[in-house]
Structure formats: structure tokens, C-alpha cells
């Protein structure tokens, strides 16, 4: 079993990698954005995701980290996920990806705690310090429930908090 520590914490525009920022505004043009949403942005949470677990092939241990960053708009939830070692900013990592949800076509939910696997290989439970959306990402064709990790605290709180606003409002 794997030990699993996340830390969130605020995040501005400002604060991205620039090759982030330059990532995110790449996809959103790609995806039929007619603007870079990024200077719209009201909200924005990271979170650092280490795991320690075995070495495949079973000799020591090896960490592993991820980084999530959610950037909130007034009509967008922009979701990052990369590799946590590639805030050297001039390039990312080939598994950077990028996703677009409008929240008029958001649905947000929080994981049932003590969520449990079913049976043996079913797909793991979501954690439960996760924010569960439900929408169509810009670009995709179907409408798929991803659990994005965000950790606990006053920080998430808040961020989700804003999400359900903007949600309501748009």
C-alpha cells in the first residue's frame, strides 16, 4: 500500500510555470477558446501529490509527485495535471494535460466518505479529499466523473466554495 500525503494551497495566474501558463493557453485556443482565460481567472487551488510506494519489481521505495492546478473563471474550471518536478518553467513534462469545463454544464459532488473498493479489481474508490466533477470538457465527446485531488483545509474549502457559486451562477 502506498503512503499518500497531498498539500494544497492558494494559486494565482501569476504563480504558474510559465510553460504551464503557455501549456494552458495552447489547449484553450486548440479547443475553440476565442480568448486566453486566463487573465479571467477569480480562483485557483494547487495541490502537490506525493505518494510513496514499491519500486515496480519490488526493490525499495520510490516517490512519486503530481501536481493539479484548478483555475476558476466565470464560465470555465480549468483543470491541469502534471508531473510535480516540472516547475522549472521553461518546458513540461510529455504527461501535462489540460482540461476545459464550462460550468454551465458542471455538476460538483463530494465523494461519500468511507467510500470502499466493491470487489476485488474493480477500480479504486474516490478519495475522499477530492473534488468530483461530472461535464463534458471542451473538445470531448462524452461527459465522464473525474476525481481531482485537492487535500483539506480552509483553502480547499474556500475554492470549492467559489467553484459552487460560479456553478450556480452560470
Same mark, same amino acid.
Given at each position: ?14 504563480? %504558474? ?7 494552458? =493557453?495552447? /489547449?484553450? !485556443?486548440?479547443?475553440? %477558446? ?6 479571467? +481567472? ?26 493539479? !492546478? ?19 518553467? !521553461? =518546458?513540461?513534462?510529455? +504527461? ?5 469545463? =464550462?460550468?454551465? !454544464? ?9 467510500? /470502499? ?28 466523473? =473525474?476525481?481531482?485531488? +485537492? ?20
Amino acid at each position: 500500500m502506498a503512503a499518500r500525503n497531498l498539500t494544497p494551497r492558494p494559486l494565482t495566474v501569476e504563480e %504558474l510555470p510559465p510553460a504551464m501558463a503557455a501549456f494552458i =493557453r495552447t /489547449q484553450a !485556443e486548440l479547443r475553440g %477558446l476565442d480568448r486566453d482565460p486566463l487573465p479571467e +481567472t477569480t480562483h485557483g487551488l494547487r495541490t502537490d501529490e506525493e505518494t510513496l510506494g514499491p519500486r515496480p519489481g519490488g526493490r525499495g521505495l520510490q516517490t512519486e509527485r503530481h501536481t493539479v !492546478e484548478m483555475l476558476l473563471t466565470p464560465e470555465l474550471l480549468i483543470i491541469s495535471y502534471r508531473e510535480g518536478g516540472d516547475d522549472g518553467g !521553461e =518546458r513540461i513534462g510529455p +504527461t501535462a494535460r489540460v482540461s476545459f469545463h =464550462r460550468l454551465d !454544464e458542471l455538476e460538483v459532488a463530494t465523494p461519500p466518505a468511507g467510500m /470502499q473498493r466493491r470487489t476485488h479489481g474493480s477500480p479504486p474508490a474516490p478519495p475522499k479529499d477530492a473534488l468530483t466533477v461530472t461535464s463534458t470538457p471542451l473538445g470531448g465527446t462524452r461527459r465522464t466523473t =473525474r476525481h481531482v485531488p +485537492t487535500g483539506s483545509g480552509p483553502d480547499v474549502t474556500r475554492f470549492r466554495e467559489a467553484v459552487l457559486a460560479a456553478q450556480e451562477r452560470a
